[in-house]
C-alpha cells in the first residue's frame, strides 16, 4: 500500500481563534491556487484511489465546520478541485460544544443540506464519528457504536457509501483498526499512517496558521522536496497540542 499526499485543514474562516487550525479564506484560496500553478490537483480520497496520478494531491477537511461550506467550497470549485469532509454526525448543524473552544469562541457545524451541497460537488463525504471522542479511551461496545452508527446514519441521510473514517484527534489501535474493516469501512485517516494492518491508515499534513504559508503547503504535498521532512516534523509537534482538549474534555466529563 502506498502513501497518498494528504493535506488536512480543519476551519477556513476570517474570525478569531488562539488556536493554529483556523486559516483565513484568502490564505487558502492563495494555499490552493500556488498548488495549481504548480500543475497540482485536489481531489477527494475516493477520487485518487479509482484514477490515482502523479499530479494530484488529497484535500481533507475534519469537524465538517459551516466555514468549509462558506469558503472552501467555492475556491475549490472555481479550481476545479474536490475535498472529503470529515463529518461529526451527532453535531451536524450545531455548534461545536465538544471542543475545548478557549475564550467561549463557538464555531457551527455544517447542516444537512450545506452537507449535500458540497456531495452535489463530488466531494466526498466520511466519518468522523458520532461525538468526537478519542476513539482509545472508550469501552469496546462504544467504540462499535461510534463506527457504525455513524456510517449507517451518514448513509442513511445521505444516500452516498461511506469508506473512509477519520480518528478523533487522530488517535488509534489495531482493534480499532479491525474494527473499522468489520463495518465495511475501507481506511482510516490520521496524522501518523500505518499502511501495514488489514485496511490502511493513511496519514495527513496539517495546514496550520502562522506557521504555513503557501510553499509549506507545497512541501507537505511533494514528498521528493527536501523540505518535506521538516515539515513532517513541524506538524508531529503541533498536533501533540491536541492531547490539551482531551484532557479537557476528561476534565468536564461531559463528553
Ligand atoms: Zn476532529
Redesign the pocket.
Known amino acids: 500500500m502506498k502513501e497518498i499526499p494528504i493535506l488536512v485543514y480543519h476551519k477556513i474562516s476570517p474570525r478569531f481563534e488562539a488556536g493554529l487550525t483556523t486559516i483565513n479564506p484568502k490564505s487558502f484560496k492563495k494555499q490552493m491556487q500556488f498548488l495549481k500553478q504548480k500543475g497540482y490537483v485536489g481531489c477527494s480520497l475516493k477520487d485518487y484511489h479509482q484514477d490515482p496520478q502523479k499530479n494530484k494531491f488529497v484535500i481533507t477537511f ?2 465538517a465546520y459551516e466555514n468549509i461550506y462558506q469558503y472552501a467550497l467555492p475556491t475549490l470549485k472555481e479550481l476545479g478541485f474536490t475535498a472529503s469532509i ?1 463529518v461529526i454526525v451527532n453535531f451536524i448543524g450545531k455548534y461545536n460544544t465538544w471542543d475545548a473552544n478557549l475564550f467561549g469562541i463557538k464555531f457551527k457545524h455544517a447542516n444537512q443540506s450545506q452537507i449535500q451541497e458540497m456531495i452535489n460537488s463530488n466531494w466526498e463525504i466520511c466519518s ?1 464519528s458520532l461525538s ?1 471522542k478519542a476513539l482509545i479511551s472508550l469501552t469496546n461496545k462504544q467504540i462499535i457504536n461510534e463506527i457504525k452508527k455513524s456510517k449507517i446514519e451518514l448513509e442513511t441521510l445521505f444516500d452516498v457509501k461511506i469508506n473512509s473514517f ?1 480518528f ?2 487522530g488517535y488509534y489501535n489495531k482493534k480499532i483498526i479491525k474494527t473499522l474493516k468489520e463495518y465495511g469501512y475501507k481506511n482510516g485517516v490520521g496524522f501518523t499512517k500505518n499502511l501495514k494492518n488489514e485496511i490502511p491508515v493513511y496519514g495527513r499534513m496539517g495546514v496550520y496558521k502562522l506557521v504555513d504559508g503557501k510553499r509549506n503547503t507545497y512541501f507537505k504535498i511533494n514528498k521528493q522536496h527536501p523540505l518535506n521532512i521538516f515539515e513532517k516534523v513541524k506538524g508531529k509537534i503541533i498536533h501533540s497540542g491536541s492531547y490539551l482538549t482531551i484532557l479537557y474534555q476528561k476534565i468536564l466529563g461531559n463528553h
Do not use: A, E, K
Open positions: 475534519d469537524d470529515f468522523h468526537h477519520g478523533p484527534f
